[in-house]
């Protein structure tokens, strides 16, 4: 493909670091109980810091192939197959489909090596049915006890309260189950990391508003992925740090993700994980994707407010209010979660529509791509509102149908015409190839 440059461009140095990380944490899984560590499986993407109080864990999830898997559609069908022949209906959470799969079909407890070994507990933090129920099955189809904490979807003194409260009992009940003594000041310095990430990423998420994009959304999605697994953990802060110097360096140097920039495109929600070049799709007409809720919103602490102008929120420590104890901890995790984490914030679906066009209008985007995925019930909601609320601001806007993980829901052919509808409206022409 042939694109002319219109600005400089030079490789991410930080991305070396980024797939260290990774390789970490993939071996660190299958090493972690022969290290004497705790193995907790669930979807614990947040309130990490909330094991760290158990010392080092690893947490493979339901489904430790979910990302390779999602690589191999052949397999990955398979993998779902397997969960709807168990009797599982295709209107679930299609990522809890995956897990399921690998769970019945033993994938879930076998390491790459063809070692199998059982989670010491399950934990799921619950914000939706799916997850839920998918942790209350994988409890009682391995034989493990099984803990789930109701996540409110937003902050009032009550719901701070009593989602604090589960959190001192899941303390109690990990104590119990696994006879080891919980230790505060683990605690107290891994919800402080988990904190600073999610706030770093916003701030380098907030360099890409720059003309031209220091990073497109391709290269964001993968960036982001220590943030999924080790945000409570310092080298992952360090990380971070490292990233956002290397950004805002970027940025100085007026130095662009691709070397071009026709058009800047937000693509709100979920990507198809198992199709995740179509972030890069726009590159043909010498347009780029440079913001997206789901790698903005999955790993980054934001403030959003009314007008849904997104800026980075401001830790506890910096408003006065340090981190000293274990009440400090929990409170400071349910702030974070309850307040600052778009992902979560979203199943309130009035303020959808406002969070799109911010991201629009902060990022500069000359349109955007709505995902409307019948993957997620809780993501595909307020799309259709948010689609008309953008149009009635003058936003140029498309919709396409899909999955972000059942390749059977998704066309590449429809979705790509879709796309290029958006691009020849704002008077693009495919590149020559």
């Not at 109690?172 to 999610?198: C, F, H, P, S």
């Not at 995925?373 to 953008?390: K, P, Q, W």
């Amino acid at each position: 493909m042939a694109v002319k440059a219109d600005y400089q461009t030079r490789p991410i140095e930080s991305w070396q670091r980024m797939k260290e990380l990774r390789r970490w944490h993939f071996h660190h899984t299958w090493e972690a109980q022969h290290q004497g560590e705790v193995m907790v499986m669930g979807i614990v993407e947040f309130s990490l810091g909330l094991f760290a109080g158990l010392g080092d864990f690893a947490n493979p999830s339901y489904g430790p192939y979910y990302t390779v898997l999602t690589r191999n559609t052949h397999q990955l069908v398979k993998e779902l197959e397997a969960t709807e022949s168990y009797g599982f209906g295709r209107d679930i959470c299609a990522s809890m489909r995956l897990h399921l799969g690998q769970l019945l079909l033993g994938h879930s407890t076998s390491s790459p090596k063809g070692d199998t070994f059982k989670p010491d507990f399950i934990l799921q933090a619950c914000f939706c049915h799916s997850l839920g129920r998918t942790g209350q099955f994988a409890g009682r189809h391995l034989g493990v006890p099984f803990y789930t904490i109701d996540f409110p979807h937003t902050d009032t003194p009550n719901r701070r309260r009593y989602l604090v409260d589960q959190f001192n009992d899941a303390i109690e009940w990990m104590e119990k189950v696994t006879g080891r003594t919980y230790d505060d000041e683990k605690l107290i310095e891994a919800t402080r990391n988990e904190w600073e990430t999610q706030v770093l990423w916003a701030k380098i998420c907030k360099l890409n508003q720059a003309v031209p994009a220091p990073l497109d959304l391709r290269q964001m999605w993968s960036l982001r992925l220590p943030a999924m697994t080790i945000k409570h953990r310092k080298e992952c802060v360090d990380y971070f740090h490292m990233l956002y110097d290397e950004v805002k360096g970027r940025v100085a140097d007026g130095i662009s993700a691709r070397g071009f920039e026709k058009a800047r495109l937000v693509h709100d929600l979920l990507p198809p994980y198992f199709a995740i070049n179509l972030l890069r799709f726009p590159e043909r007409y010498g347009a780029l994707f440079i913001a997206g809720e789901a790698a903005f919103g999955m790993c980054g602490a934001w403030d959003i407010d009314q007008e849904g102008n997104w800026k980075a929120a401001v830790p506890p420590w910096e408003n006065g209010r340090e981190i000293r104890t274990r009440q400090d901890a929990l409170d400071a995790q349910a702030e974070l979660y309850l307040n600052y984490v778009p992902c979560i914030l979203r199943m309130n679906l009035n303020r959808l529509p406002g969070k799109a066009f911010g991201l629009a209008k902060g990022w500069k985007a000359d349109g955007v791509v709505l995902h409307m995925d019948r993957g997620c019930n809780g993501v595909g909601g307020g799309v259709a509102e948010t689609r008309n609320f953008l149009q009635g601001e003058g936003v140029p806007v498309v919709t396409y149908e899909g999955s972000h993980v059942d390749p059977r829901e998704f066309d590449f052919g429809q979705v790509s015409d879709q796309i290029e509808s958006l691009l020849e409206r704002l008077g693009l022409a495919k590149m020559d190839e």
